[in-house]
């Protein structure tokens, strides 16, 4: 099976042989998790990372497609994997150095984002999780910009407050 | 490094052994509604002796022009129709989840094997 194409193998997994995925995961881990640390800079985050790429896309193995080179795939999807954490790792940083809350543990902390009011909420979910700009957030809201400004700026203080009660 | 393989595949064989138990019960409650229903099912078209009208199909071709619509419509209005519906729709679920019967048995034989290698 190790000398099979990226592709049969594939086939071989829709077809209910999940050896041959361990054969194609054995083929690209060492590539994919180096490939990835390069990008993120951190060997167990690129471990994290590839797992759970190499884990979505088993469970999607259904819907793709042979006819198209599967390494390419494959890192596509490690990639998009890295983005999102690189993105989530800039939010973090920039919520905890606008919000001044050193330490702001948001991820274990989810919960703090509900006490917002509603409308403050969803503002600071926009700016900082979907990394959209006031002009971005104000068409979304059908809202001024000042007012996203205005609300961006009270639901920071707010949770300000919050964290240091 | 080998790890990454094993935690993916661990999660894998995880995720494969709850989607195999999922069909296994969805085949095993699908055959049991078949054989249950379908019996009952059987039996009352036995004991209303629903299919009997059927017996003019023996009959010339004009007392079937004559009857025939009348008589199936009335087998029609006889036959316990949501039963029967359960009935059918068990088997086409059946029948689906057996159509995928063999790569299931693959499946089965990999989770066992790496149960053993465990």
């Given amino acids: ?165 | 490094m080998e790890d990454v393989t094993k935690k993916v595949m661990d999660r894998v064989v995880v995720w494969e052994r709850m989607r195999v138990v999922k069909t296994l019960t969805m085949f095993a409650v699908a055959v049991a509604v078949l054989v249950i229903i379908g019996s009952v099912v059987i039996g009352e078209i036995r004991d209303r002796q629903i299919l009997a009208e059927l017996s003019i199909l023996r009959e010339d071709w004009e007392v079937i022009r004559q009857f025939g619509g009348e008589i199936i419509r009335t087998v029609w209005e006889e036959l316990p129709r949501i039963k029967l519906g359960v009935v059918l729709v068990a088997g086409m679920v059946g029948w689906s989840l057996w159509r995928r019967w063999p790569v299931v048995r693959k499946k089965i034989a990999y989770l066992t094997k790496y149960k053993e290698k465990e």
Avoid: C
């Fill in chain 1, 1 to 165: 099976m190790d000398r099979e194409s990226d592709e049969n193998l594939v086939e071989e997994v829709k077809k209910g042989n999940i050896g041959a995925f361990e054969t194609l995961v054995g083929r690209y881990e060492k590539k994919l998790v180096w490939w990835v640390e390069n990008r993120v800079g951190s060997f167990e985050e690129a471990e994290e990372i590839v797992q759970d790429a190499l884990f979505n896309i088993y469970k999607t193995i259904g819907r793709v497609d042979t006819a198209r080179k599967f390494s390419t795939y494959l890192f596509s999807v490690a990639k998009n994997g890295a983005i999102s954490y690189l993105r989530k790792k800039k939010t973090e940083e920039r919520l905890t150095d606008e919000v001044g809350l050193a330490d702001f543990e948001y991820q274990e902390n989810p919960e703090i984002l509900e006490k917002l009011p509603d409308k403050y909420r969803r503002v600071v979910k926009m700016y900082y999780w979907d990394d959209l700009s006031y002009k971005e957030i104000a068409a979304k809201l059908n809202i001024p910009t000042n007012t996203v400004r205005t609300h961006l700026r009270r639901g920071k203080e707010i949770l300000k407050k919050i964290w240091k009660m």
